[in-house]
T-cell receptor, first 112, second 110 residues
């Protein structure tokens, strides 16, 4: 089984709709991250969390919110989706001992 | 603000040739990552470089880090078609998230 999972894997929604992307991990890592990837722009950080009570904005947090329900779960919400939020979204965890970041499979979101 | 620049952004090369991808970054950091991404897939970790002068090799890929020059290189030796992918470097300052370069789209032709 994958250590970092994301649901849904693909989602098409309409402008103005609320949508939640979910991330779960079995690696036991405290630190979790949400990134978005746009063609030609690499990945950019949306939010990150060092533990359940510590949530921080990243480079492009406007229009997004997050919830850390437990050590293993970190959800990303778009309160009112807009077309320029169409992107590939990745969740990641960070291993403090090795400094590696492990990425989930990604969620492809299309906002019409 | 931390900036990470990769070059080239696109590279087409022949099998058997050697080439180097460069990654420059703007602020002192001693944590540099290289990832591979295949089309439609997630990121696969290749190397984590954690100190000045670090060098790591895996198969035909070798990565190095010069923190004084704020430069990392990913060297490809005797390229094969299976190495065709997009390669990203990323820098981490305080484990508060990675800052990525735009990626190098590598095509290796027979």
């Amino acid at each position: 089984d994958a250590d970092v999972t994301q649901t849904p894997r693909n989602r098409i929604t309409k402008t103005g709709k609320r949508i939640m992307l979910e991330c779960s991990q079995t690696k036991g890592h405290d630190r979790m991250y949400w990134y978005r990837q746009d063609p030609g722009l690499g990945l950019r950080l949306i939010y990150y969390s060092f533990d359940v009570k510590d949530i921080n904005k990243g480079e492009i947090s406007d229009g997004y919110s997050v919830s850390r329900q437990a050590q293993a779960k970190f959800s990303l919400s778009l309160e009112s989706a807009i077309p320029n939020q169409t992107a590939l979204y990745f969740c990641a965890t960070h291993a403090v001992d090795t400094n590696e970041q492990f990425f989930g499979p990604g969620t492809r979101l299309t906002v019409l | 603000e931390l900036k990470v620049e990769q070059n080239p952004l696109f590279l087409s090369m022949q099998e058997g040739k050697n080439y180097t991808i460069y990654c420059n970054y703007s602020t002192t950091s001693d944590r540099l990552y290289w990832y591979r991404q295949d089309p439609g897939k997630s990121l696969e970790s290749l190397f984590v470089l954690l100190s000045n002068g670090a060098v790591k090799q895996e198969g035909r890929l070798m990565a190095s880090l010069d923190t004084k020059a704020r430069l990392s290189t990913l060297h490809i030796t005797a390229a094969v078609h299976d190495l065709s992918a997009t390669y990203f470097c990323a820098v981490d300052m305080y484990a508060d998230g990675l800052t990525f370069g735009k990626g190098t789209h590598l095509i290796i032709q027979p």
